[in-house]
Nanobody, 125 residues
Framework: QVQLVESGGGLVQAGGSLRLSCAASGRIFSTHRAAWFRQAPGKEREFVAA???????NYTDSVKGRFAISTDNAKNTVGLQMYSLKPEDTAAYYC???????????????????WGGGTQVTVSL
């Protein structure tokens, strides 16, 4: 069973940067698609970014040019580098992975089998 654990969340001022990391229980990112989702209070969980084993990426429009997703297969991690953070980026951020159709950077929650427990990101004015 794949286990995912996120880290790196915290409180940051608007305009600041933060890097999230997700550690997997095995060297899965050579065969699994990875993604980040987020969920703000009272809202649905939404797609943020995805990356395939070949390095193809996909971003939701609101984070394009500000966020960057990457994987480190040697370290079994997927990262999300976030720049120019805005208050509307405040949410719990979740790491996800799937080996189904792994070569396409899909954005639907149903495309992912494995989920982490989340890490909170709060952006203040």
């Amino acid at each position: 069973q794949v286990q995912l654990v996120e880290s790196g969340g915290g409180l940051v001022q608007a305009g600041g940067s933060l890097r999230l990391s997700c550690a997997a229980s095995g060297r899965i990112f050579s065969t699994h698609r990875a993604a980040w989702f987020r969920q703000a209070p009272g809202k649905e969980r939404e797609f943020v970014a995805a990356i395939t084993p070949s390095g193809s990426t996909n971003y939701t429009d609101s984070v394009k040019g500000r966020f960057a997703i990457s994987t480190d297969n040697a370290k079994n991690t997927v990262g999300l580098q976030m720049y120019s953070l805005k208050p509307e980026d405040t949410a719990a951020y979740y790491c996800a992975a799937s080996d189904r159709g792994a070569w396409v950077p899909m954005s639907a929650k149903s495309d992912y089998q494995h989920w982490g427990g989340g890490t909170q990101v709060t952006v203040s004015l």
